[in-house]
């Protein structure tokens, strides 16, 4: 079982995008000191949900503070990045880290993002797919052109190669994040372990893994394949010394965020969204997840691991919203989880 942090760079109320960042920074530094396994950046745009805009260059920032941890985009938002332009800055990343850099790349949702970065709702209604092979494309071949739907260039050599032969080290892992049947058929049928949303419980994780694992072998992918397939799953961890403690810390800090951050989302049509309760949605997350003490937290990691076949975990550590408050609940995660899990 591997561990890591989940890094929202989220802007709690009564801060700025400044604190929010440093505490992001930080608490991928403090992550690696305490000897989790990866730190998994998230990205946003123009909402104060999240204030990290590009997750593959706060990546980079983070593979130079640290020395020995994994970070991953969970996700790099693929409808509004060019595929080509992700695989040579994942390339990048994946040769100069020396391996630690892994890519999680999604649909990402129907927002203003499409009308600003001028591609579109097509990109994300129709255009993942084409998108995603294009990106798996340029990090496994020597040279890539492109005749699809919405890319269409002559051939060109990728430089640089994240690899120069098969028998080397391959290119940066690549994982998606899964929401629908659809997309874990995408990535069933691609051999690409899934990410996994913390909105969910474990039974539907369940289903969700044996459903990759049905359209993994309907699409010839190997046994070896399927049973190594390493799935992500995101989630919310806070620590304490009594479990009311914990909760509460939670309750407190994550309901206004979730409102100021949530609210500020726009859609690019006009289309009415459902946005859930920030204080229900709190109290979900606190019954779904590790959140408590560390003998619980680490007897529900194991649980959900049992249940579902899941073996790695992104947990969001910064509920609270206070800098402090993060780096002591990623010590603790540390130093009294996860010698429970080993």
């Known amino acids: 079982m591997r561990v890591g942090s989940f890094v929202l760079a989220a802007q709690f109320p009564g801060q700025g995008p400044g604190e929010a960042l440093h505490r992001a920074v930080r608490s991928a530094e403090v992550a690696d000191e305490a000897g989790l396994d990866a730190v998994w950046l998230a990205e946003h745009h123009f909402v104060p949900y999240g204030t990290c805009p590009s997750a593959i260059t706060l990546a980079a920032l983070l593979l130079g503070r640290t020395r020995r941890i994994r970070v991953g985009t969970a996700v790099t938002v693929l409808p509004t990045a060019h595929p080509v ?13 020396g391996g630690r850099f892994t890519l999680g790349v999604g649909r990402g949702g129907p927002w203003v993002d499409l009308e600003v970065f001028g591609t579109g709702l097509g990109a994300y209604e129709r255009g993942f797919p084409e998108s995603l092979d294009l990106l798996l494309r340029w990090l496994r071949e020597p040279s890539v052109g492109a005749s699809g ?3 269409r260039f002559r051939e060109v050599p990728v430089v640089p190669r994240p690899s ?12 998606v994040a899964c929401t629908s049947p659809a997309s874990v058929r995408l990535a069933a049928e691609r051999g690409l372990p899934m990410l996994l949303g913390m909105h969910i419980g474990d039974e539907e994780k369940a289903e969700m893994v044996g459903l990759w ?25 806070q620590l304490a010394d009594r479990r009311t403690d914990a909760v509460e810390t939670l309750l407190k800090a994550m ?34 997840h590790p959140v408590g003490t560390p003998r619980l937290a680490a007897d529900r990691l194991a649980a ?18 206070d800098l402090d408050a993060t780096e002591e609940n990623l010590r603790r995660l540390g130093a009294e989880v996860l010698p429970q899990l080993r």
């Open 149 to 151: 739907e919405r890319y």
């Open 85 to 97: 332009a992700v695989g040579e800055q994942a390339a990048l990343l994946h040769l100069t880290s």
């Open 213 to 237: 694992r049905r359209q993994a072998r309907a699409a010839g992918r190997s046994g070896e394949e399927i049973s190594g397939a390493a799935h992500v799953s995101a989630g919310v961890c």
């Open 164 to 175: 120069e032969s098969l028998t080397e080290t391959p290119g940066p892992e690549v994982v």
């Open 255 to 288: 309901p206004g965020w979730l409102k100021q951050g949530l609210d500020a989302h726009m859609t690019v049509d006009g289309r009415a969204r459902v946005m859930r309760d920030p204080f229900a949605y709190t109290e979900l997350l606190c019954g779904l």
């Open 304 to 321: 959900t691991a049992e249940r579902t076949g899941i073996s790695r975990f992104a947990l969001l550590t910064e509920g609270s919203g």
